[in-house]
């Protein structure tokens, strides 16, 4: 398990934990009403959605008449579903549950929930959030023993501006339920 700094995942309305960079968990999906019959991609009765994922993003859109979606990107296999407003992406490299609303404005935005590799480790993303701001990420759990726990409030970040990060053996050490690093455990801080 790792965290890397990355560029941004340019998700309309959503902040960077890096500030200017975000980081290889940042998994979002973000979606917009569009026209495609009438060429309107500001407003309509179709969907266009984009999951932005690993520094890359894929793009998806459905009629308001039609249950699929389709690959508009054309970069490689993927499909897109979604069953009582959560979304499953699914690719050559991993299925990604997105359930977490991100309170992303001004489009519907929603984080990864879960994220399962091809080779079915799977990794369980927690969220906080506050009234008022943007749901951030407080750990990966991963199926392997390992979880990663992420604090913030970083030197003049604030609330979703990551501070601290930790890497806790989970056959080792209980996670804790709070999210906050324990001490012996592998640190790095940010600022």
Sequence with gaps: MSLTRQVTNAV??????????SHNWSVALWAKNIDIDAGNYDAGPDLRVSVSYGGRATTFERQANDTAFTHVSKDGFAILTVSSGVYTFQNE?????????????????????????????????????SSGQQARLRSVSGSRGYALLLEYGASGGGWDHV?????VNTALAVKPSNNVCPSGAMTSSYS
């Design 12 to 21: 309309p309305g959503f902040k960077d934990a890096f500030g200017q960079f």
């Design 93 to 129: 490299a991993a299925t990604i549950v997105f359930g977490t609303n991100g309170s992303c404005s001004p489009w519907e935005c929603a984080l990864a929930s879960s994220v399962t590799l091809s080779d079915g480790t799977r990794y369980d993303l927690e969220y906080e959030t």
């Design 163 to 167: 501070a601290k990060a930790c890497i």
